[in-house]
């Protein structure tokens, strides 16, 4: 259940939640795997990359770039020095052109929006580099209905406590949407704030975490807009 | 002159302003050369460089980590595919070596940021990696003092304009503190909004800019200590 006399700002995660995105660094993933099929099978490349990626979360935080630093370091470890450099500079193609991936849009985001933005105050919360979520919601068309965009470094309770003094709301008037069980709902009920979680078919490995079931300020969406009947 | 009874937030640019943070990239861009000097002269590798960096600007953004891909980028380029995989991951090293540099507090910046809390909202409006600004915040000491970091990925009239849409303040009540003009100072000015302009002795290439001498809300200070007699 959610309250919604309560609810002052609706914070929308962006990547799979308001557009596509995972299938995009599914498919770079997979075309980084390929470049060591002489070296190894793609699931142990894969595997590999991932456990590079969690490792250097504590510096590099989220989005592209990092994710090409961690491409590019795994690359090293897996080959022991056995690289060939236009090998590198495939990774950092894939990277690049990860940047430059069309923003298609859930159906009937633009109509929740637009609806939504006439009683609360919109923003984007996520995590991943500015610039690039910036481009991301011009090229979304969205861009329109936010407020502004918040990044946070991570989507722990302590990163959501910042977000409340930064938008200066008590917990109970944040209601956070989002497809990740552990980012985007977990941490926000902890605090006594509200979340409806909208499932993405695809999800990263590091994001995976049991759905809770039953708790106030709550609620389970299929698709973004089974929002509206809440709000 | 700054028309103090006008000012609400007070925002602070974070690198060379409240800590020293360029000559941390100089030393960096020094050992990234010295790894080539059998290929070129360090002021050539460094223009390369800088060239790469300016170039990525628009994908990367600010930080470290576009830094460090552009180190790769030019890398690969210099030597015409001539590289030893072991060069790569010591650039790898002179880039994760910068995400733990110590944090040196410019002089009395916490007596002047103490002073000023008690009469305006403090923010950090920065550009480059939250993650990183975030962990130099917290081990500056000085996190008390602000609200919140705001994070923009550039500093261009445009994300000034975001800046106060997100604040909800009008351009006279923002007042930006920085060592760059032309980041700090002048597209703040452009739009009425106040600045003050503490110089570093070191300014990266691509912000230089002339200072504007005579300006409504404008002052250049020498210290941070000297914006209290204006606040």
Sequence with gaps: ?????????????????????????????????????????AHTVTRELLATEIKNLEWYGYGIKGFMLSMVETALRITHGAIKPEVIRHILDIGT?????????????PLVLQTLQAHYKLVLATKGDLLDQERKLRKSGLEKYFHHIEIMSDKKEADYQKLLRHLDI?????????????SDVLPVL???????HIPYHITWAHEHAEPVIDQAGFVKAEKIRDLLPWL
Excluded: C, Y
């Design 190 to 196: 902890a605090l006594g704030g509200q979340a409806i």
């Design 170 to 182: 008590r917990p109970a008037e944040l209601l956070m949407v989002g497809n990740s069980v552990k």
């Design 97 to 109: 052109d990860l940047l430059q991936k069309p923003v298609n849009v859930m159906p009937d985001a």
């Design 1 to 41: 259940m959610i309250d919604n006399r309560q609810v002052k700002v609706v914070a929308f995660d962006a990547d799979d939640t308001l557009w596509h995105n995972e299938t995009f660094f599914r498919e770079a993933e997979e075309k980084f795997a390929a470049l060591f099929e002489n070296f190894s099978p």
